[in-house]
């Protein structure tokens, strides 16, 4: 009996224009879709007009059923995995399946896709030759610490952020890395209300203290020597 394969397939992070159309036939052909959230997934392949079954896989419960998935393919089955916008695995869940199924000697098959880290980090005018990959920083336990360490990496930084922290991240910036740090903010990528802003973090720190923030971030600072 031969195994099945796991699909890793990236979504829109914003408008549905950008979906492939080997994602949508994926979509319709694999025996199941593993979903961060099923009611995100459960619209955008409604607008597709795929029917398929869904089981939802995030954060919460990835450890609890990562067993009965990799069984599943074991078995013949074909999975697709897919995230609430952009790749698996990127700020997302998908690498613990990833590498339980390299474990297993199941077949991995990433499509390449949205994220939203790349065009963010190519609009924002900040060389993009070489850059630094943070993520989400963490909300309390070692935030200082990777701070001070960010301060010392000598290309290109990315992060994401949520709106509610946006403010709060970039007058945290300004105090490791000075006000006068080259930086932009990239929100709602391929959306309506699409929009980056390029200027010194002091500059940023004074536009969302008077504007409030809104919509999902990429936050691009320049290296030190910039």
Sequence with gaps: MSLGKLYIIPTPVGNLEDMTIRAIRLLKEVDLILAEDTRTTGFLLKHFEIQNKMQSYHKFNEHKTISHIIDRLSA?????????????????????????????GIEIECLPGATALIPALVSSGIPCDKFYFEGFLPQKKGRMTRFKELAEIPTTIVLY????????????????????????????????????????????ILHFTTKAPRGEFVIIIASKNE
């Excluded at 995995?81 to 390299?102: H, K, M, N, Q, Y």
């Excluded at 709106?163 to 930086?183: C, F, I, N, S, W």
Aim: glycine content about 10%; some cysteine; hydrophobic content about 35%.
């Design 161 to 204: 952020e949520s709106p509610h922290r946006v403010l709060k991240t970039l007058t945290q910036l300004a105090e490791y890395m000075g006000e006068d740090r080259q930086a932009a903010t990239c929100r709602e990528i391929s959306k309506m209300h699409e929009e980056t802003l390029r200027g010194t973090l002091a500059e940023l």
């Design 76 to 104: 013949g089955e074909n999975i697709g995995l897919v995230s609430d916008a952009g790749t698996p695995g990127i700020s997302d869940p998908g690498f613990l399946i990833g590498r339980e199924c390299i474990k297993a």
